[in-house]
């Protein structure tokens, strides 16, 4: 996405961020939200890590940069909005906000806070996150606050890790004849390739949650096939996700979205009522980090120079 | 424990040696399981690091052994009984096979087969060992097998660590207001000294299993007090180990016992049926080691030189 480098070099730039846990985008734009370059990094989730955090969001915008036709040495005029998770701990703050980035100014959130402003287009609203974990968040005039996202193993119901981990915790039962089998436990078998309880255990050690994550799709399967502890889990998950969203929007005319890799299973599963409370994601979490990064720069009211 | 030197080091010598996550015992004894000497090294888990747990035996072994004025050089002429955690997985197995070990012999077997052997005393029998983990495990000439204990969070049931799971979760929901509050909530925020989700989740970041174990006994203080969350948890509990002792026993009038950390407070739960499965605990499961050391040595018709 070459453009004419004089034209761009004399505008106000800014980079949207959104950092996962597998990899980070980042696209830059002009004022005006004109697209001119994008940028893969590798993972930056700073729980893993805030240094190789910090380098894939360099890594990324390096690459959205020279993607417009601009050298790296452009990023210390670009204001940068950076997404990211954990940075509603404290700590993991404070070490983000030390590190000595390469943009003229980063404002940092959440995850959750760009993928809310993109997913309602800069409108006020709130929206649940479903993929590795879960989370709800809303941020309006009046409300600000997040419900679960609290992690693996003690939070984040009807997550990816948590499907995951109901459906092993099934899956062992069975195998010690606790319960009767089940598809879903076959399933489980079959996909790991183990036969016992052992065997089963030894390949999840050490386990992180996005690997028990791997295995959700199977148990939304197992229950589109009738699997009586599939649809159990599934039940669960469905009862967490309506009080969630409940919770959320609390009588108020609130817009509502769910995103992330789930989203689409879960939506298939709600009933009519709680599925009425959703709209459509507008735009993606790193076109939220964009516009936190235009919208809190003109605030200041500043001019880059 | 100094004994007249001479006197013991012409007799053939035994080793007994319990290997747990915290710390690891050994004793020393001879043929006729006369105590001589005691010893404890640090954690033991082969989990945490094989080569951690072989320098805790190690270590163990040589305090016995000076324990009974003996010297380390002694240790090669000494036959060793080992229980350890994990090592019914055959990687930890192997690997701790390969161990270069200053013993004479050693026999190496779970954690588990030591409690069941000193529990019983050499009789045949069930044990269900409930600490940080919980497993239930059987050993008679007909019947050798193990029920749960794959591991937290995917097992072990009615375990420290899933006590302390289920309180964190439960007191999570109600700091977001998904559930009312409690006296288990309260009492982990105590605990912690904390009064929002983040806080806690902050804290438990990195948890070890044996962390989330630290707080199961205040899931029984605040059952005995009357909590409902508590009496749900402990409930589910209480039917887990009724099952589990059910599937032991199977019919048979097998002698079980239960034993590790929560043995007494999960006893004092059970209803009357469940509680008169079990019996006392005979030894301890170093002394199920030293058995194993004897009995192993003496069926392959050797002698000490």
């Known amino acids: 996405m070459v453009k004419d480098c004089n034209e761009i070099s004399n505008q106000a730039l800014y980079i949207g961020i959104d950092g996962g846990g597998t990899k980070c985008r980042a696209i830059l734009a002009n004022a005006a939200g004109m697209l001119l370059g994008e940028g893969i990094g590798g993972p930056a989730n700073p729980f893993y890590g805030v240094e190789c955090a910090c380098n894939s969001i360099e890594e990324a915008s390096i690459k959205a940069v020279a993607d417009a036709g601009l050298p790296s040495s452009k990023l210390k005029d670009i204001v940068a909005g950076v997404g990211l998770a954990g940075v509603n701990l404290p700590n993991l703050h404070r070490e983000l906000c030390d590190w000595k980035n390469p943009f003229l100014e ?26 590795t974990g879960s989370v709800g968040y809303v941020n309006t005039p009046s409300n600000k606050f997040m ?45 790991y390739q183990i036969n016992t309880g052992i065997e089963l255990s030894e390949k999840l050690v050490g386990y992180a949650s996005s690997q028990y994550a791997k295995i959700a799709s199977l148990v939304f399967n197992c229950a589109l096939k009738g699997d009586e502890y599939a649809l159990e889990i599934i039940e669960e998950g469905v009862e967490y996700i309506s009080a969630l969203a409940n919770r959320l929007v609390e009588g108020e005319s609130l817009r509502l979205c769910m995103i992330g890799g789930l989203a689409k299973y879960w939506r298939s599963r709600l009933n009519s009522k709680t599925a009425a409370y959703f709209s459509d994601v507008k735009q993606q979490p790193e076109f939220g980090a964009l516009k936190l990064a235009i919208r809190n720069w003109a605030k200041e009211d500043r001019k880059i120079a």
């Open 147 to 191: 419900l679960g996202g609290y992690g693996f193993p003690i939070s984040d119901k009807a997550s990816g890790a948590w499907l995951g981990l109901k459906a092993i915790e099934h899956t062992l039962l069975v195998l010690d004849k606790f319960k009767g089998s089940s598809l879903l436990a076959e399933k489980i078998c079959e996909f």
């Open 106 to 131: 980063m404002y940092l959130t959440t995850d959750m806070d760009i993928a809310n402003i993109g997913a309602h287009d800069n409108m006020y609203g709130a929206v649940i996150i479903i993929g």
